[in-house]
């Protein structure tokens, strides 16, 4: 399932709290989107369709819900992002990035971190 970066936007939004009206949700987004709610509602549509969230019936408004975890939309996205560029490997997208941006002693540290745990698993 694809989710355009302004869907995603909602689902982070769901993801934090839910469920929630369109309102609400607009609320939520209004700091960092300068969204009205029309479009919003839109975007939750998209989602609906795709069924990524679920909506319902409470009055005479909805309230929306995600139906993809999280991490299982972040497990997904990034296999995408490492298949397309970089053929599914790990190394050279680690390689990129420390080449082209100077990584910070907390990554490094964490990357450490990850391989000892990957070492110390076998």
């Known amino acids: 399932m694809r989710i355009s970066t302004a869907e995603s936007e909602i689902m982070k939004v ?10 609400e949700i607009a609320v939520a987004l209004a700091d960092d989107q300068d969204w009205a709610e029309g479009t919003v509602k839109a975007l939750l549509n998209r989602l609906l369709k795709k069924n990524a969230i679920a909506a319902e019936k409470d009055g005479r408004r909805f309230l929306y819900r995600p139906m ?11 296999k995408g992002l490492l298949d397309r560029l970089f053929d599914g490997r790990l190394a050279p997208l680690v390689s ?10 907390e990554d ?4 450490r971190r990850i391989l000892k745990a990957h070492d110390d698993g076998r």
């Open 108 to 111: 490094v540290a964490e990357l």
């Open 96 to 105: 990129h990035f420390s080449q082209r941006e100077r990584l910070s002693d």
């Open 14 to 23: 769901l993801w934090a709290k839910s469920p929630m009206t369109a309102e």
């Open 68 to 78: 993809v975890a999280q991490g299982d939309y972040v497990h997904a996205e990034s």
